[in-house]
């Protein structure tokens, strides 16, 4: 099989997290909360500004000056994206021309009380997040995971088709055509980049959003069907050997 990149575009990487995951921000946190991350934007004192860092985890703080701190819940205990990020991602506002736009009508809103300022702040901040991440996308990543499946040039597409429809009975030899490979590079190739096989991440993409869902207060039975299992047994089996305890704190599934 004579593998064409060309002839397979890219997919959206980001769309299926946002349409997934809820973003949401607060100013000024003393410190970012279990799952949070905290967005700083620095720069000069009185001038524009320079940088925007988003921490991912731990209390990092960038050297002043920073104008404006922010705590960014974009559920990092669910979002597997957040969690394969570095511990901070860097950018600088004159790269990204819409950033720097993005950014100073977020310090305007950060800096004034006017009417709808949170729900301005919150749809700011998504763009801003949304931005910082398709330059760590860009960037790529060292180790196997998550972020660097998103950067490879033709596995990305794969992971997406999983992300864009999860409940289909998705097999290998579609996943690679999906990525415009023969099954075999494909198989290889996913494994050492994502560091996990297809069908394999296809599952834990599943149960995350099962996971989500559930803390919503969805039903076991309903969630297993929504999410591609064939029965809830078997979605509580899965469940059980991802996270470790049973999806409810009901008793479990009879298996």
């Known amino acids: 099989m004579i593998e064409n990149l ?3 575009p890219k997919r959206d990487r980001l769309s299926a997290f946002f349409d997934m995951f809820e973003l949401a921000a607060s100013l000024e946190p003393a410190r970012a909360s279990d799952g949070q991350a905290m967005l700083f934007v620095v720069g000069a004192p009185g001038g524009p500004a320079e940088a925007v860092i988003l921490c ?6 960038p050297e002043p000056p920073v104008l404006v701190t922010v705590a960014v819940d974009f559920e990092g205990a669910h979002n597997p994206l957040m969690n394969a990020l570095p511990d901070q991602v860097r950018v600088e506002i004159n790269d990204i021309p819409a950033l720097r736009d993005t950014t100073a009508a977020f ?3 950060a800096l004034e009380s006017r009417c709808g300022r949170s729900a301005a702040l919150n749809r700011l901040c998504e763009v801003m997040v949304l931005l910082i991440l398709r330059s760590a996308i860009d960037r790529g990543a060292t180790r196997p995971g998550l972020l660097a499946g998103l950067s490879h040039p033709a596995l990305h597409r794969a992971l997406a088709a999983m992300h864009d429809a999860p409940t289909r009975s998705w097999n290998s030899e579609e996943l690679a055509a999906a990525a415009g ?7 290889a190739l996913f494994r050492d980049v994502v560091g996990t096989t297809p069908l394999a991440y296809l599952t834990g993409w599943r149960l995350t959003i099962a996971r989500r869902k559930l803390s919503k207060g969805a039903k076991v039975k309903a969630v297993a069907r929504e999410v591609g299992f064939g029965s809830a047994a078997a979605f509580s089996r899965a469940y059980l050997r991802k996270f470790g305890d049973w999806p409810s704190l009901e008793r479990p599934v009879s298996i």
């Open 6 to 8: 060309i002839s397979h």
């Open 56 to 61: 991912v985890r731990g209390d990092a703080t």
């Open 107 to 109: 310090l305007a809103e």
């Open 181 to 187: 490979m023969s099954r075999s590079h494909f198989m």
